[in-house]
């Protein structure tokens, strides 16, 4: 019972951040590569176009993923090259506040997914769910389940007793 605030903690965590990385990759991709792309250029990022592609696609699917809860760890480690790249590149000179264009959103997403890096997702996602059910061995049943079997069990042992008697 104790893991269930920290469950809920990541929960919590891990969608809101993945909500604002997946509605800034949205933007990006609404409004095209091209944009995107000027702005890199703009901004002194190497590879202006393959960075681009690479930033829509890492901010809207893995934003994504950290929603649903689906290959936490794999996707806030990408997020957080993501957000070094808009610190290094965008924002650091800026000084730290929004405001400014300085680095304190980037900072604190990538601060974030640093920490679902360092701790996963926790049990309330996909991820979580494939865990437990690999640890079931596939088998996933209620707690009344397995009561009915334990049951049955003890049932026909008692009527192998009788028909022996």
Known sequence: MRK???DLALLVARVTIGVVFAAHGWQRWRGGLGPTEAMFIQAGVPWPRSAAMFTMVAELVGGSLLVVGLLVRLAAFVLVVVAIGAIVFVHAGHGIFVQDNGW?????????????????????????????????GGRHRRPADEESAEIDRLLEEENGRDKRD
């Open 104 to 136: 304190e959103l980037a900072g604190a997403l990538g601060a974030g997914c640093l920490l679902l890096v360092a701790t996963g997702g926790g049990r309330l996602g996909a991820d979580g769910a494939f865990v437990a059910l690999r640890r079931s």
């Open 4 to 6: 269930l605030p920290r």
